[in-house]
């Protein structure tokens, strides 16, 4: 019987790929240069299965890929998806949950403390011999321990967040979500409230939700105008899930106390953006998994999806609006 075809349009390791191999007969994108969508679209014609992130998933590319049954993704938003297009033809949606909650966590507490003790920002200050201990007031931050935390989005890094906060430094955690998270309330002592509750209360807001229609801009003027003039934003989401020009007059006001951002409206960030030129705001380049250890994971599940979705039919990781 013929192996299914599939096409690896991300570099991945080659014990993953050595894994895909003993099941499927693949192609690869072998440069350290993206694949533009013009040489992908040129490569779809005759496979079964995609493993890819961030590639737009949409009526023009399934097109030119009728014999399409998966698409994995590896990462774990999945806002690339056309979900009503892929659902019409049947094709499984996959994803990495669950292999870098930790990882992202971990980042997203680092730029809750950058921000707060204004780490990179005196970083630069001491680097530029201004060092004078006869200043120390200008040097102050403000105290992450015993401070109220709101997570807007109680998913698996919510979730994990509210551990980090919870048990690790001693923070008050509000939560606001879809759903409420019964479990996460007993097992960490989180409070779920309004998300106009969550604003007015936090000295730091973190917003961890997938992007999609309903959050598109979730957090835009209306909701910076909520929280405290001492308050400290974090977004390690995707961009989009707040309206950015809102977040930098917000800024540029003193709505709000500073901003930690690993995500941005566009990406790469443009030089000219006003976040650039902010010292109370601490920028990153979506690197919220960037680790070897984390990638590796992220590639084994994505290709354990692939495979398992070609070979039997069926997927650990199928995002949820793609579930029969
Ligand atoms: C990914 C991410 O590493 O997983 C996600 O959704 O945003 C990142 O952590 C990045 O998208 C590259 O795959």
Known sequence: MNKPKVYIAKPIPHEVEEYIAQHCDLEKWDSNEDITREELLERLSDIDGLLTSGTKIDEELLKKAPNLKVVSNMSVGYNNFDLKAMKNRHIIGTNVAGALDDTVADLI?????????????????????????????????????????????????????????????????????????????????????????LLKRSDFIVIMTPLTEATLHLIDKEQFNLMKPSAIFINASRGKTINEKALIEALQSKKIRGAGLDVFDVEPVEIDNPLLRMDNVVTLPHIGSANMDTRFDMAKLAAENLVKALTEGAAPNIVPELRA
């Open 109 to 197: 507490f680092g730029l809750m403390l950058a921000c707060a003790r204004r780490i990179t920002e005196l970083d630069r200050y001491v680097k530029a011999g201004k060092w004078n201990r006869d200043d120390d007031l200008e040097l102050y931050g403000a105290n992450v321990h015993h401070r109220t935390l709101g997570i807007i989005g109680m998913g698996r890094i919510g979730e994990a967040v509210a551990k980090r906060a919870s048990l690790g430094f001693d923070m008050n955690v509000l939560y606001y979500n879809r759903s409420r998270k019964k479990e996460v309330e007993e097992k960490l002592g989180v409070e779920y409230c309004s998300m106009e509750e």
